[in-house]
């Protein structure tokens, strides 16, 4: 299923064990074939949509600078995350914001049941956090897709590579394997700072592609 999002340019035993062995071959394969770290560029400016929701959710953004910190990616971790993800893909009906609220953009939790792709990011966002994981390795990311298209999605900084959640799919993915265009997203030390996101890939196939 297609997950509408708007344009954000301007406009277990045996489960448990699979998991492992899933993650340990994926870390295995990123390392040997793809990059597991995005390159960071120059500041940037934070997207409209987050600096209104921070006008409406002032307790959330009002928050200190904190060391950057990656999250240690157990089997146990890699599972919550991959519960997160589809639980919010499958609990969420996706809406364009001016379908929702009746203008272009707009960033709010979804708790009405309806949103678009940065309100999948601020709930899984928030579930997580709420869980005890770092706010440092949580961050918002915009994102082109295949289409040249603005899209946003939740970048986890893990000490194994940066996994993607994303609402149009279930399946959590390496940055470098999604076949997006890596554009800006929050620093780690201070979600109100935006940092540009330089991609030194040459044009090849991605699994998203494939």
């Known amino acids: 299923m297609q997950r509408n999002c ?3 340019f301007g406009a277990a035993g045996a489960a448990a064990a699979a998991l492992a062995a899933a993650l340990a071959m994926s870390a295995a394969e990123a390392a040997n074939e793809r990059p597991l770290f995005v390159a960071l560029g120059a500041a940037a400016r934070a997207p409209i949509g987050w600096i209104e929701f921070c006008v409406e959710h002032v307790r959330e953004c ?16 890699w599972k919550d995350l991959l519960r997160v993800n589809k639980w919010v893909n499958d609990q969420i009906k996706p809406m364009t914001d001016l379908d929702h609220w009746g203008v272009v953009e707009r960033w709010s939790y979804p ?19 709420q869980a ?16 040249g298209e603005g899209h946003a999605v939740l970048t986890v900084k893990s000490d194994k590579g ?13 940055w470098s394997e999604t076949g ?3 554009v800006k997203r929050q620093s780690q ?10 991609d030194p890939r040459p044009a090849v196939s991605t699994a998203a592609s494939r």
């Open 6 to 8: 708007t344009r954000l």
């Open 62 to 77: 009002d928050v200190k600078p904190l060391e950057a910190r990656d999250v240690v990616l157990t089997p146990q971790a």
């Open 111 to 129: 708790d009405d049941g309806f949103g678009d792709c940065e309100d999948y990011v601020l709930l899984k966002r928030r579930m997580l956090m």
């Open 132 to 147: 005890g994981w770092p706010r440092q390795a949580l961050l918002i990311t915009v994102v082109r897709d295949q289409k």
């Open 162 to 174: 940066e996994f993607i959640l994303d609402n149009q799919e279930d399946q959590i993915l390496l």
């Open 180 to 182: 997006y265009r890596f």
């Open 189 to 198: 030390s201070d979600p109100n700072i935006w940092v540009s996101l330089g």
